[in-house]
């Protein structure tokens, strides 16, 4: 009896922390509306261009900040587990650099193809490719947490060695734009761009409802698979998601660093490792603290705007030390 009690207090605090970051979502969702060079009000815009502003420009943004967030959190969440490792994290790892390389081969050798989702299914490619090489090295060879993360890092140099020297090439402004972008940027978000939302939304959607498969996979494969997990089957089903999510994202918003890294560690730390519960509150935490991020990313400077990926890095890297110091401090 007192443990379905201590069961159900659980689950009520779970629920109650989801419905709170809900809350704070749409405040920051409000607020993002709201400010800017004009203050809006996101309910009745008084002239038509403050109607032009708010939803030709503004709700575009807000979303695909929301949707990137939600995406990146998640993908972070579950490279957590399936690589074994907290430190794990599509940055970091060198995944979204394989996607943006991927991107840039399109733009360059594929220009016809430098659609949406062309752009989708080139970040796609390049981070599936990335994310094998990663697993499959982590499996094979057992790398311990520093030296996963040193092929990561090692694989997004590359990758951001090739890019950089494609654009440093390139005599065209738009494509120096997009180096820009690059580095981290929702401002130039289309409504046509947001056919990318709609195919990562229920993608998204799928990973919060794997909780259950990811918490019987936190306790090893072989209990895993003596709990009825097939551990091939969801393995490569998590790296295809992990892939889509992170292509749709760079695609959409850039290479933006850091987000999967600090949401669902920090919410493990201080709530729990439940990923039934875990991966949704990583989800609304992770678009609430990309919606911050790019507002702020247009307030902080009076003269200029600040991609957001320079945001999520400033507020990560920081904490990223710290984990390293204590992942160091815990091992010795």
Request: charged share 10%; aromatic share 8%; glycine share 10%.
């Amino acid at each position: 009896m007192e443990f379905n009690q201590l069961l159900n207090q659980n689950q009520r605090r779970w629920r109650y922390l989801i419905i709170a970051m809900t809350g704070v979502l749409v405040v920051s969702a409000l607020l993002h509306l709201s400010v800017g060079e004009l203050l809006i009000n996101p309910f009745s815009p008084q002239t038509s261009l403050e109607s032009r502003l708010l939803y030709d420009l503004r709700l575009p943004r807000l979303l695909a900040a929301a949707a990137i967030g939600a995406a990146l959190a998640l993908s972070g969440a579950s490279l957590q587990v399936l690589l074994g490792n907290v430190l794990a994290e599509p940055g970091v790892l060198g995944i979204s650099g394989g996607a943006s390389l991927g991107m840039v081969i399109i733009l360059f050798a594929f220009p016809a193809a430098a659609t949406p989702l062309g752009f989708m299914l080139a970040g796609v490619v390049g981070a599936l490719g990335f994310t094998i090489i990663l697993v499959s090295m982590a499996k094979t060879m057992r790398l311990t947490t520093t030296r996963l993360l040193l092929v990561g890092v090692a694989l997004g140099i590359l990758s951001s060695a090739v890019v950089t020297w494609a654009f440093y090439f390139s005599d065209d402004l738009s494509i120096r734009q997009l180096m820009y972008w690059l580095m981290g940027s929702v401002g130039g978000v289309s409504w046509y761009q947001h056919v990318l939302t709609i195919l990562m939304m229920p993608i998204s959607v799928w990973l919060c409802l794997q909780g259950r498969v990811l918490d019987k996979l936190m306790v090893g494969e072989v209990h895993a698979k003596q709990l009825g997990v097939d551990v091939n089957r969801v393995r490569w089903q998590l790296i295809l998601c992990v892939s889509l999510l992170v292509g749709g994202s760079v695609a959409l918003g850039g290479v933006i660093s850091f987000v999967g890294l600090v949401v669902p560690h920090l919410l493990r730390l201080a709530f729990g490792t439940e990923n039934r519960y875990l991966l949704p509150l990583s989800a609304v935490t992770g678009a609430t603290l990309l919606v911050i991020s790019d507002i702020l990313a247009r307030v902080v400077l009076d003269s200029a705007e600040l991609p957001v990926g320079v945001m999520t890095t400033t507020i990560g890297a920081p904490i990223f030390i710290w984990m390293l110091v204590k992942s160091h401090d815990s091992s010795s």
